[in-house]
């Protein structure tokens, strides 16, 4: 990915230079410059690519189901957090459906019930 980047910049260089070129000015100081952003743009991504590659393994639950005040209203529980959420108008299918991850936990709820 970060040889792609090189070459895409590489390929700005050269039209760059080319422009420059035609209207008679020193290409120098904007070599230097792309060189020096470019060098700033590849190890940033580097940077986060290591970050991403250091983060701890995601979470997975699913979503509970549970009959409340006598069964006429109907919550979801994260079974990775135990936070409790209301389903409101929607009913418990589209809650999951819509609903891929907890917003306490940040668990992704794509286990099935029954499942470790």
């Given at each position: 990915?970060?040889?792609?980047?090189?070459?895409?910049?590489?390929?700005?260089?050269?039209?760059?230079?080319?422009g420059?070129a035609?209207?008679?000015?020193?290409?120098?100081?904007?070599?230097?410059e792309?060189?020096?952003?470019?060098?700033?743009?590849?190890?940033?991504?580097?940077?986060?690519?290591?970050?991403a590659?250091?983060?701890k393994?995601?979470?997975?639950?699913?979503?509970?189901?549970?009959?409340?005040?006598?069964?006429?209203?109907?919550?979801?529980?994260c079974?990775?957090?135990?936070?409790?959420?209301?389903?409101?108008?929607?009913?418990?299918?589209?809650?999951?459906?819509?609903?891929?991850?907890?917003?306490?936990?940040?668990a992704?709820?794509?286990?099935?019930?029954?499942?470790?």
């Open positions: 990915m970060l040889e792609g980047l090189k070459n895409l910049f590489e390929v700005a260089l050269q039209i760059a230079i080319a420059r035609a209207t008679q000015t020193s290409v120098e100081p904007l070599k230097k792309w060189d020096s952003e470019a060098s700033r743009i590849i190890e940033k991504t580097r940077s986060i690519i290591d970050k590659s250091k983060a393994p995601a979470a997975h639950g699913y979503w509970k189901e549970e009959a409340y005040m006598r069964k006429y209203y109907t919550r979801v529980t079974t990775n957090c135990g936070e409790t959420y209301g389903v409101g108008d929607w009913t418990v299918a589209r809650f999951r459906r819509e609903i891929k991850f907890c917003p306490n936990c940040g992704e709820m794509d286990l099935k019930e029954g499942q470790p």
